[in-house]
């Protein structure tokens, strides 16, 4: 008894840690006991006076815990049992969100013991729980708990009003505040249900009714995120219910017994298309999830093609979505469910996907708007073109619109799509070239230098796809931007360099942080999905987007035009590397090394140095040793600079020269520069090497 007393002391402790120990060493002792059934009546009859405590919530909460144990050794009379689901009732509905949850819990491994009855005895109350949480005015949550009255004064304060207690909340602050906010007992009361579900398991599936099922619909339907989450997690909980109903690691069942493939599928899988769709990461998660597993619970091919037109397309798209987790799920899912088989069910359901992709292309979110084009790209790059070629005209349309984002992920993304289509479909592209040549070039200069990479790239492709008249335009061009370098000033103009951090998409990081402008009057932004507050094209409203056109996206500077070009010449050697006017580029590309008088000259040099070991590739030993000369003086320059990541790369240059056209011949070529940069030579390429 004394060590019994000890546990619930644990189990009742305001610190977590206690709670902890207090659990596993009552699971451990139970399971050990040689006195269980004296144990048993000693906690049945402990337990409800913790269940009953108004003073602490962690007394409420110990008591669950140490009754969950209790039924998890099976152990319990039948009139404990009775009063314990009495006080789940109860408790699913305390203030403290803890208790709620594990109150839910315990009413689940009720389910996992004792079957549906259970469920069916809470069904009313939990269903009614459900339905009067899922509205709420916002006016009375100025009696709210301290923490969301602080939101609420936040957002109202954002909006310029006053944010008394007697003020009204501004219709912006309510939307955001039902969004993101907890939302009372709505998502603990489903969580409570998901967890009877999973714990009837197999045996549920007799409980699946329409009213159920509108229920849920409700909340996959609701304003705030996390109750949509959570509705697309217990969807997935009812589908792995049908799934199991031919007992453990038995087959899927077939359709004419799985009762919610059979009367409710269509249904089902309109909302699931919702969710794989949703503007939330954290929901298409949840709604892959369930996705999955819905499609996972038919066998047979014929059976899951009746969806396939809502849920392909989503599923498609989210292999590219840009939160890891959504991605990397989507792509094991396609995998899991579709085999070897993928392929040509896009093919087979094309009209569909390209219809989708289009949307999505146009969507408010800018993080849906790169998958979209990610996904247009895959289309070229990877099916039968005679497949794609009758959407060729439609997928280019979106791509151009795409190119005008306010967001610099997909105008890249959209530019290399772009690209792609030009490769695949040169003679379809050819009407559109002269509009795709002003958005390419408009990239190859762009603030950010993947995009100017990617730019490049896209042209190195139109220039294989359109031959000499192609490469003679963009070798005039390059030439032309290269010596736009020597026209720029000094100091580049303020705030010229935006920092582009580990992100795969953010608002562009302006160098000088504390200039008051940029604290001021601000949008508020959310991680992943801030979608509302993004413009699509270049004449959207001010204060969105990552590196937007409203304020981010300024005109190009002189140096990092010429720098665009510089990746341009190494993809027109790559297309003509025999062309003499392609040749004729690698001196500019160096005279332009030469210029030094402007802050991001390191910049610039550091560029070129990472592109000149794929130019001399491309151009082979003999061309390149015209030009070898001229980027000498330029290496040493940079790796005697106090640039790091310049020193990198001009080092990485030079062993990569001397691989190529031999250590000797290296050597002799610098000697030649100046026997002074003899040492520093050696240093990069030791005599070691040489023999």
């Not at 769709?277 to 499609?295: E, G, I, L, P």
């Amino acid at each position: 008894r004394e060590k019994l007393s000890g546990f619930l002391v644990l189990l009742t402790s305001k610190a977590r840690l206690d709670r902890d120990k207090g659990f596993t060493a009552l699971q451990a002792h139970l399971k050990d006991s040689e006195s269980v059934k004296d144990d048993v009546l000693f906690l049945e009859n402990e337990i409800p006076a913790c269940l009953k405590d108004e003073t602490s919530w962690e007394k409420r909460l110990g008591g669950l815990l140490a009754a969950k144990q209790l039924v998890c050794c099976r152990a319990c009379q039948e009139s404990f049992v009775g009063v314990l689901r009495e006080a789940c009732l109860k408790l699913f509905l305390d203030e403290e969100p803890r208790v709620r949850f594990e109150a839910g819990t315990v009413l689940g491994e009720l389910c996992n013991w004792l079957g549906v009855k259970v469920y069916e005895g809470c069904r009313t109350h939990v269903f009614e729980a459900i339905r009067d949480n899922l509205e709420r005015d916002i006016e009375h949550l100025r009696d709210a708990p301290p923490e969301q009255q602080a939101l609420l004064e936040k957002l109202s304060h954002r909006e310029g009003l006053d944010s008394g207690r007697n003020s009204p909340v501004p219709a912006d602050a309510a939307q955001i505040f039902h969004e993101s906010a907890g939302w009372k007992a709505l998502e603990t009361s489903m969580k409570c249900l998901s967890a009877m579900v999973e714990g009837c398991g197999a045996r549920f599936q007799q409980c699946i009714t329409q009213e159920l099922l509108d229920l849920i619909y409700c909340s996959l339907n609701h304003t705030n995120r996390f109750v949509r989450e959570t509705g697309f997690l217990l969807c997935g909980s009812i589908v792995n219910s049908t799934m199991n109903c031919q007992g453990a690691g038995s087959a899927s069942p077939a359709p004419s017994d799985n009762i919610l493939v059979r009367d409710f599928g269509d249904q089902f899988a309109g909302y699931l298309a919702r969710g794989l769709a949703d503007n939330w990461s954290q929901v298409r998660w949840a709604s892959s999830v369930a996705t999955r597993a819905f499609m996972r619970s038919m066998n047979d091919e014929p059976d899951r093609c009746r969806f396939y037109q809502q849920l392909l397309p989503r599923m498609c798209l989210n292999r590219y979505y840009v939160a890891e987790g959504v991605r990397i799920y989507s792509q094991e899912t396609w995998r899991a469910v579709f085999g070897d088989q993928g392929k040509e069910l896009v093919t087979r359901f094309m009209k569909e996907i390209v219809e989708f992709y289009v949307l999505e292309s146009k969507a408010d979110n800018h993080a849906v708007r790169e998958a979209a084009c990610a996904c247009i790209a895959e289309l070229a790059g990877k099916l039968d073109a005679e497949s794609v070629r009758p959407y060729v005209n439609t997928l280019l349309l979106s791509l151009v619109e795409c190119f005008k984002d306010d967001s610099w992920p997909v105008r890249d993304a959209a530019c290399i799509a772009t690209g792609n289509f030009i490769q695949c479909f040169p003679e379809e592209c050819r009407s559109s070239l002269s509009e795709l040549y002003e958005l390419f070039l408009g990239n190859l200069e762009d603030n950010i230098p993947s995009v100017r990479e990617g730019a490049a790239v896209a042209l190195g492709k139109v220039a294989a796809s359109y031959g000499d008249v192609a490469v003679q335009f963009l070798c005039k061009t390059a030439s032309e931007r290269l010596a736009q370098v020597h026209k720029q000033p000094d100091v580049s103009t303020k705030y010229g360099q935006l920092e582009s951090g580990p992100a795969t998409f953010g608002v562009a990081k302006q160098a000088h942080d504390n200039d008051i402008e940029l604290h001021s009057n601000q949008p508020m932004y959310s991680c992943g999905s801030l979608a509302p507050k993004m413009g699509r094209g270049g004449g959207a409203p001010l204060g969105g987007g990552c590196s937007g056109h409203s304020r981010f996206r300024r005109s190009a500077e002189p140096w990092e035009s010429s720098e665009g070009c510089v990746h341009l010449v190494s993809e027109l050697c790559r297309a003509a590397p025999t062309v003499k006017e392609v040749l004729a580029l690698l001196p500019k590309v160096a005279a332009a090394c030469r210029v030094r008088h402007y802050t991001h000259h390191f910049s610039y040099l550091e560029g070129v140095f990472k592109e000149l070991p794929r130019i001399m590739r491309f151009t082979g030993k003999r061309p390149f040793k015209q030009t070898l000369q001229e980027f000498l003086e330029p290496l040493f320059y940079g790796l005697e600079s106090s640039n790091a990541l310049l020193r990198s790369a001009a080092a990485e240059c030079l062993q990569h020269f001397s691989q190529f056209l031999g250590p000797n011949i290296l050597a002799g070529r610098v000697e030649m520069l100046d026997p002074k940069h003899l040492p520093m030579f050696d240093r990069i390429v030791p005599a070691s090497t040489r023999n």
